[in-house]
């Protein structure tokens, strides 16, 4: 069986169970409506499975063109998708009132007012979702305190970029603007912690181009994310340093700041090694050698699960991504179960851990409650962090 079927057939499931949910409530009140429902799911079942599936092979403008919808209407769908369960529990809800003896709960307007909601509010939800995905990310100031840390270090700034995911509906205009916001911030030094690209070399080199561009003192360093994997892995590593950006396999670099050194590691994504077995992310390898005197050890590594290892490895700092802090609901209720942290600093062990929220989107381009971010980290000593 081809492994897409599946999901070729759990999305008509879901496209029937909301059309037969919905319509019922819409036919009798606003026939026009229920027309243009239909139309949109028909239209929905047929071009998510393109935009995901369909779009890996074929870049031309058609192609492009139907990605574009087929992801504006993944993101609709979600939304829709979300509002007819909810709906349910509350009909359900009316129903159980109208047995206990509350009249009003039985009144038809319900179901079709109901219905109506749900298609609104999932509309509203689709273009504010839009503004959000498209703008450029805003700068998330956050200071870490780490105990010990040298006076050399007081006010070492990071850039962390994370989740770009430059492909189908993000090109060059796109990351360009970030590296611009990104420069102006005038950091120590840019950390680029996966997910960059949707897409294979020959794809999208002209749309990374720009990352050519980053400036920093100690300049830019990326970890592999798990769509790297997807989209061609050592070629993108061979690519990146051509550009100038350092790329960290398990292993680190010492950065001389003033008096103090800095190591600076980063490992590969957590699932590196489905795809490439050399690739096994390894906290401990990556600070294999590293100077026993550091006054900063660094790790940049995808998924904030990899903190679990590198707790006990001597790291001060583990900076991650991978969670788009869930992007948009229902994502965001799911995240948790398989990442450790969402989003934000949390402390593990002796360990802290910045997940970012993403810089870019992947898939439908919609963010709800989870605001991309160009994150500017700063260091400082525990005594000093608000001054």
Do not use: C
């Not at 109506?116 to 509309?123: D, E, H, I, N």
């Amino acid at each position: 069986m081809r492994p897409w079927l599946p999901f070729l057939a759990v999305s008509a499931l879901l496209h029937g169970l909301v059309a037969w949910r919905l319509s019922g409530g819409l036919v009798g009140h606003w026939p026009m409506t229920a027309v243009l429902l239909w139309g949109l799911l028909a239209g929905s079942t047929v071009l998510i499975p393109w935009s995901v599936l369909g779009t890996r092979h074929r870049h031309d403008r058609l192609a492009q063109g139907f990605g574009w919808a087929g992801l504006l209407l993944m993101g609709w769908f979600s939304s829709v998708l979300v509002g007819t369960v909810l709906r349910e529990l509350l009909l359900l809800t009316l129903t159980m009132l109208g047995w206990a003896g509350w009249s009003a709960a039985a009144a038809p307007g319900w179901s079709s007012g109901s219905a109506l909601a749900v298609l609104l509010l999932s509309a509203l939800a689709t273009l504010v979702g839009l503004f959000n995905a498209r703008r450029t990310a805003a700068v998330v100031r956050v200071d870490v305190p780490i105990a010990d840390l040298p006076d050399a270090l007081h006010g070492f700034t990071i850039a962390q970029i994370s989740d770009i995911h430059v492909g189908p509906t993000i090109g060059a205009a796109y990351l360009r603007a970030i590296v611009q916001r990104v420069n102006r911030l005038q950091a120590d030094l840019v950390a680029i912690t996966g997910d960059l690209v949707d897409g294979s070399v020959e794809q999208l080199a002209v749309h990374v181009a720009p990352l050519a561009e980053l400036q920093s003192r100690h300049g830019s360093y990326f970890v592999t994310g798990n769509h790297e994997y997807y989209s061609g892995a050592p070629a993108w590593i061979r690519h990146l340093r051509q550009l100038g950006v350092q790329v960290l396999l398990n292993e680190h670099v010492v950065i001389q700041h003033g008096r103090a050194a800095v190591v600076v590691a980063g490992v590969a994504d957590h699932g590196a090694h489905h795809f490439e077995p050399g690739h096994r992310s390894d906290p401990h390898a990556a600070l294999a050698g590293a100077p026993a005197h550091a006054g900063l050890r660094l790790l940049l590594a995808h998924q904030p699960r990899s903190a679990l290892l590198a707790a006990g490895a001597g790291y001060d700092l583990q900076l991650s991504g991978h969670t788009h802090g869930g992007q948009f609901l229902p994502w965001k209720w799911f995240v948790p179960m398989q990442q450790p942290f969402t989003a934000g600093l949390h402390r593990l062990q002796d360990l802290w851990i910045y997940t970012s929220r993403g810089t870019g989107y992947w898939g439908p381009p919609k963010r709800l409650g989870a605001a991309s971010e160009i994150t500017h980290l700063r260091l400082v000593r525990p005594h000093r962090e608000t001054t």
